[in-house]
Nanobody
Framework: QVQLVESGGGLVQAGGSLRLSCAVS????MGWFRQAPGKEREFVAA????????AYADSVKERFTISRDGAKNTVYLKMNSLKPEDTAVYYC?????????????????WGQGTQVTVSS
C-alpha cells in the first residue's frame, strides 16, 4: 500500500518561509495541491518521476520550489515570500506515471494534508 506522509506545515508571518516534506513509499510523479476554506482544491506544483521537469501554478511561480530527493523518497515544497492567501491545507499526491500532471484526477494516492497558515 502506498503511503504519503506530509510534514512541515505551521503558522508563519507574511513574507516568511516554510518547507513542506512528503515521504512516499515508492517512486512516482508527484504533485502538491492546496485547499482553502470554502474553495476547491487547486494545483500548486508538480515534478516528474525522474525529478527533471517541474510545473507551477501562476500564483506561486518565483516563490515556491518543488524538488525531490530520490535517495530518501521525499518530495519537498519550499515556500518563500508567503502571503495570507497561501493559507490552506496542503496535500501531496503521487501518480503512477512518468510525467507530471496539473490535474488532481491524474493522481492515484494522497497524503493526509498539512495546514499552512500565513498571518498578515
Amino acid at each position: 500500500q502506498v503511503q504519503l506522509v506530509e510534514s512541515g506545515g505551521g503558522l508563519v508571518q507574511a513574507g516568511g518561509s516554510l518547507r513542506l516534506s512528503c515521504a512516499v513509499s515508492g517512486r512516482y510523479a508527484m504533485g502538491w495541491f492546496r485547499q482553502a476554506p470554502g474553495k476547491e482544491r487547486e494545483f500548486v506544483a508538480a515534478i516528474m518521476r525522474s525529478g527533471g521537469n517541474t510545473a507551477y501554478a501562476d500564483s506561486v511561480k518565483e516563490r515556491f520550489t518543488i524538488s525531490r530527493d530520490g535517495a530518501k523518497n521525499t518530495v519537498y515544497l519550499k515556500m518563500n515570500s508567503l502571503k495570507p492567501e497561501d493559507t490552506a491545507v496542503y496535500y501531496c499526491a503521487a501518480a503512477n506515471r512518468y510525467s507530471y500532471s496539473v490535474g488532481s484526477r491524474d493522481y492515484d494516492y494522497w497524503g493526509q494534508g498539512t495546514q499552512v497558515t500565513v498571518s498578515s
